[in-house]
């Protein structure tokens, strides 16, 4: 069978495809030989805790909202075993599946898996077999700001150990001391627009080519990672964060770590003692909050209009304070309630002169370095806008992407009017609703910095919110709670 040939065994009963109107896929990449884990076939069969990698790397993928075309890349030899596991793993949803056979390398299994894409599909994400812990949340996070963005978006957690640069020759002497500030150690799911990946790939495949017939004796680039690839073609990649469970099994120790995991999560006698399921999942329960704010702005047609990040040109503002953000501040109000912090009037006050006209993003900043500081990650966020205007729908991946840069988290965006009901449906203003879910983090699992580092708003405006005091609780009052 041809690395590029598609095992129509892994997809549904012939007639109408299951994947039209499908738009997003997820190539999985099974087809190494594990040599490094040594465990006497290839690394994606290897069973952790009874279950193989494969399986395991398939549930998070399975466990997304968005309906996903899944193309697994496997060795020739194992198609039928592979298609037996694939498909015990999607259940009913067997027919949003593929399995392709692989090519000799990484590079060449990755563009078979991108041949059998469904036509459809146009945003790609190229995930690695071998993290099968990788959350469902990173999945959707990357997909959302690919196609928020229309860049390369690969997840990354800050390098915490001191990097040294050695010597290419003698005996590893070190020559410097590398910046770590500026490195990140990259993971996957690694997500691109379909198109220009494919053209990536394609452009690669034929430099290799050219080389093949003018027997260049330079080695052909393999490029370690898809972003690579993709950067190389010109395209630009942004990194978003990443997750600590996402690590990659590549060596027996690797494989016990995860083995551990596993029984963690599960409650399981070999880490807690004999505990059972049901308390491993009440423990993990037990950690997440959730909370919810409400914020309410009129117009005001000499303000300009900001919402969720954005300005809308030519739109009447809205009355506050600061600049009225209605999204902004009903998701700092559902942060500082899921933790337990109090309120956007309590925390920032609503009438200190150090805040006139600052942003939504300086308050959603200054939200995020307290959740931190108080042993807080944020889960996601979802926000509804109510309202006539402005008209969100044109807008509305760009608001996701901005919330999402500054959040660091997934955010969903929605909107809807009231029919001409209330002050929202006679056009007098608007009314933003926003869910946040967080979860408590201890102190050894916290490798990510503080959430909210982007560098929007004034300097001046987040110095004053870091140094700020607690305002009076009387400050707040109904009729003047919106910043």
């Not at 990788?134 to 963005?149: K, S």
């Not at 500030?181 to 690669?204: C, W």
Request: with cysteine; charged share 20%; proline share 5%.
């Amino acid at each position: 069978m041809p690395p590029s040939t598609t095992d129509d065994r892994a997809v549904g009963a012939p007639g109408v495809s299951p994947l039209g109107g499908t738009v997003r896929a997820v190539v999985v990449v099974a087809a190494g030989s594990g040599t490094r884990l040594a465990q006497g076939r290839p690394k994606a069969f290897v069973e952790v805790a009874g279950r193989s990698i494969l399986e395991r790397s398939l549930e998070a993928v399975f466990a997304s909202s968005v309906p996903t075309h899944v193309v697994v890349v496997v060795p020739a030899a194992l198609v039928d075993e592979a298609t037996v596991l694939v498909r015990g793993v999607a259940g009913v949803a067997a027919d949003h599946v593929s399995v392709v056979v692989g090519g000799d390398s990484r590079q060449t299994s990755v563009a078979a898996g991108l041949a059998a894409v469904a036509t459809g599909v146009r945003t790609v994400l190229v995930h690695d077999c071998a993290r099968p812990f990788t959350p469902t949340t990173q999945f959707d996070l990357v997909a959302e700001t690919v196609e928020a963005t229309g860049h390369g978006v690969v997840p990354g957690l800050p390098v915490t150990d001191t990097i040294k640069k050695v010597s290419a020759g003698g005996a590893g002497r070190v020559v410097g001391t590398v910046d770590r500030s500026e490195l990140v150690a990259v993971q996957t799911p690694q997500g691109f627009p379909r198109a220009e990946l494919d053209a990536a790939y394609a452009s690669a495949a034929a430099t290799a080519l050219e080389a093949e017939a003018a027997d260049d004796v330079a080695p052909v680039v393999e490029f370690t990672d898809d972003a690579a690839l993709f950067a190389a073609a010109g395209h630009e990649v942004v990194v978003v964060p990443g997750d600590p469970a996402a690590f990659k099994i590549t060596t027996s120790w690797d494989l016990r770590r995860a083995e551990t995991l596993v029984a963690e999560r599960a409650g399981g006698s070999s880490v807690a003692g004999g505990s059972s399921v049901a308390d491993g999942v009440r423990a993990a329960a037990d950690r997440l909050r959730t909370g919810l704010g409400v914020d309410v702005h009129a117009f005001d047609a000499d303000e300009p209009l900001h919402l969720g990040l954005l300005h809308f040109p030519g739109e009447a503002g809205l009355a506050g304070h600061s600049d009225g953000d209605a999204v902004a501040h009903a998701v700092v109000d559902a942060l500082l309630s899921a933790a337990g912090l109090g309120d956007i009037g309590s925390v920032f006050g609503t009438s200190d002169p150090r805040f006139a006209g600052a942003s939504g993003e300086v308050f959603l900043t200054a939200a995020l370095e307290r959740l931190t500081h108080a042993g807080f990650d944020v889960v996601n966020v979802a926000v509804q806008v109510i309202g006539n205007r402005p008209r969100i729908g044109a807008r509305r991946l760009e608001m996701e992407a901005r919330l999402i840069e500054v959040v660091g988290a997934p955010v969903s965006v929605s909107a809807t009017t009231t029919d001409g009901l209330g002050f929202t449906g006679r056009g007098e203003g608007v009314t933003a609703i926003a869910t946040a879910l967080v979860s408590v983090v201890e102190p050894r699992e916290r490798t990510a910095p503080p959430r909210g580092t982007s560098t929007a708003g004034t300097g001046d405006q987040r110095d004053q919110l870091d140094q700020s005091d607690q305002p009076d609780q009387t400050d707040t009052t109904e009729t003047d709670r919106s910043a």
